[in-house]
């Protein structure tokens, strides 16, 4: 079955660079996704990408994928105070499940 | 465009009465999805509806819990003879059902049972 792990903690200066860390096992085609939640708040979805791609960039935002080792991360450049949150890495098999398997969260604390 | 949205954002119950969440999907989406995140379990799925019909159940803990969806559009999740284990946050996602399966999460309502 699917699996999805991540680390649970990272601690960043403000402006630095975050690197944000998912490991998958499905091996079938799927899409992967980074979604962020904030205190109190629900899901919000940053991005996804498919399996068939190795990295997709959007604004500070890129995801990096290494199908080969099932490995994805998210790349937050210049991190502010507001990015604080906690990140979850999700994954869903195309044509299969709909359902979206979720890795536990790394809860990102920036300092200023 | 009007998100998901959740109600109550809040229940506070007593143990073994039973709960009623509702679901506003977000307009013209087909698909709809329950989750609940407990500190202890994370982030688990419940229920899948493709309009009306629930494909995939297999995540509903027990018999205890039921789901439906009227009009492909507003769904009620039905906890009966509420537990303390049941208490969580209940997440409800909508997407347009394509191939990229994005879901877009309501703000949740968090469930206590006491």
């Known amino acids: 079955g699917e699996d999805v792990e991540q680390s649970l903690f990272l601690s960043v200066r403000e402006g630095d660079s975050s690197v944000i860390n998912c490991t998958y096992t499905d091996s079938s085609s799927t899409y992967l996704y980074w979604y962020k939640q904030e205190p109190g708040a629900g899901l919000q979805l940053l991005t996804y990408?498919?399996?068939?791609?190795d990295m997709k960039q959007d604004q500070r935002l890129t995801v990096l994928l290494n199908k080969k080792d099932k490995h994805l991360s998210l790349r937050i450049a210049d991190t502010q105070t507001g990015d604080s949150a906690i990140y979850f890495c999700a994954e869903s098999p195309w044509g299969g499940r709909r359902a979206l398997t979720f890795g536990s969260g790394t809860r990102l604390q920036v300092q200023p | 465009g009007a998100g998901v949205s959740q109600s109550p954002s809040n229940k506070v119950t007593e143990k073994g009465k039973d709960v009623e969440l509702r679901c506003d999907p977000i307009?013209?989406?087909?698909?709809l999805y329950w989750y609940r995140q407990s500190l202890g379990q994370g982030l688990e799925f419940l229920i899948y509806?493709?309009?009306?019909?629930?494909?995939?159940k297999s995540g509903l803990p027990s018999d205890r819990f039921s789901a439906e969806r009227t009009g492909g559009s507003v769904s009620t999740l039905t906890i009966q003879r509420t537990q303390q284990e049941d208490s969580a946050v209940y997440l409800c996602?909508?997407?347009?059902?394509?191939?990229?399966?994005?879901?877009?999460f309501g703000p949740g309502t968090r469930l206590t049972v006491t």
């Open positions: 307009s013209g989406h087909t698909a």
């Open positions: 509806f493709q309009g009306n019909s629930a494909p995939d």
């Open positions: 996602a909508s997407s347009l059902g394509g191939r990229g399966n994005e879901q877009y």
């Open positions: 990408i498919f399996s068939n791609m």
